[in-house]
């Protein structure tokens, strides 16, 4: 009867973080002007999801800068194209784009910085991509957002 119960226990504990949605996600960015990844996957069982940023570079901001932009996969073009406009002054990203769904800072080498977005602003199955929008580095730093 012990033993029994203790195992149940043990198989409930176990299961616990086996079945927690992975509510996170952490991209390094480096001097190559790449990112360690193609794909992040959001769990829309989370209410919040946070995106972390590494720059594991030595390269200051204004030279290789990098940031992660979240947008619909059809807006990434526009949204790079505007942030380039926008300037070192604004870090390259429009302020206030609507269509930027969630964005870190623009780091240099050896910064980090996360994000924290509701999943809400996230539809199952859309199209999203993540970038990032210094100029030039959008079409190469890029990545897929997997909703489920
Ligand atoms: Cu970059």
Redesign the pocket.
């Known amino acids: 009867m012990f033993a029994k119960v203790t195992f149940a226990a043990l198989l409930s504990v176990m299961a616990v973080p086996a079945m927690a949605a992975q509510c996170e996600a952490t991209i390094e ?1 480096n001097d190559a ?1 790449q990112f360690n990844t193609k794909e992040i996957v959001v769990d829309k069982s989370c209410d919040e999801f946070t995106v972390t940023l590494v720059h594991v570079g030595k390269l200051p901001k204004a030279a ?4 992660v932009v979240i947008t619909k996969a059809a807006d990434r073009q526009g949204v790079a194209n505007d942030a380039t406009s926008a300037g070192p002054a604004n870090d390259y990203l429009k302020p206030n784009d609507e269509r930027v769904i969630a964005h870190t800072k ?1 780091l240099g080498g050896g910064e980090k910085d996360s994000v924290t977005f509701k999943t809400d602003a996230l539809e199952a199955g859309g199209d999203y991509d993540f970038f ?3 100029p ?3 079409a190469v ?1 890029n990545g897929k957002v997997v909703v489920k």
């Open positions: 960015g002007m290789m800068g990098h940031n623009m990032c929008s210094f030039g580095h959008w730093m």
